[in-house]
């Protein structure tokens, strides 16, 4: 599978962006999704995953209450909705796709990677 993430950009503390990853090469609804993040100097960390049908997501604490992954199978899309962010949220965002079952929330469990997007936030 390949993915394509996009919707990254500059933005003010307090401010919003949609984060997508578009998926081709295979149905997406075979994978469980993630969202990870790396800041510069800094090493890759987890942000949200969801289960292959989206019925159970789960968050890193320092996005939980802020950040809403959801998914639509039917148009091999992901995306992670970013509320209220923060400077320290600033970093390139990653998707990532496993073939296994749950939810999945260590990097090194994700065969399948995006290119990456830069989200970067102003305070």
């Known amino acids: 599978v390949q993915l394509q993430a996009s919707g990254g950009g500059l933005v003010q503390a307090g401010g919003y962006l949609r984060l997508s990853c578009a998926a081709s090469?295979?149905?997406?609804?075979?994978?469980?999704m993630a969202w990870f993040r790396q800041a510069p100097g800094k090493e890759r960390e987890f942000v949200a995953t969801?289960?292959?049908?989206?019925?159970?997501?789960y968050y890193a604490d320092s996005v939980k209450g802020r950040f809403t992954i959801s998914r639509d199978n039917a148009k091999n899309t992901v995306h992670l909705q970013m509320n209220s962010l923060k400077p320290e949220d600033t970093a390139v965002y990653y998707c990532?796709?496993?073939?296994?079952?749950?939810?999945?929330?260590?990097?090194?469990?994700?065969?399948?990677w995006g290119q990456g997007t830069q989200v970067t936030v102003s305070s």
């Open positions: 090469g295979h149905t997406m609804n075979s994978y469980v």
């Open positions: 990532a796709a496993n073939q296994g079952y749950g939810l999945l929330y260590s990097s090194v469990l994700y065969a399948y």
């Open positions: 969801i289960t292959r049908s989206g019925g159970s997501t």
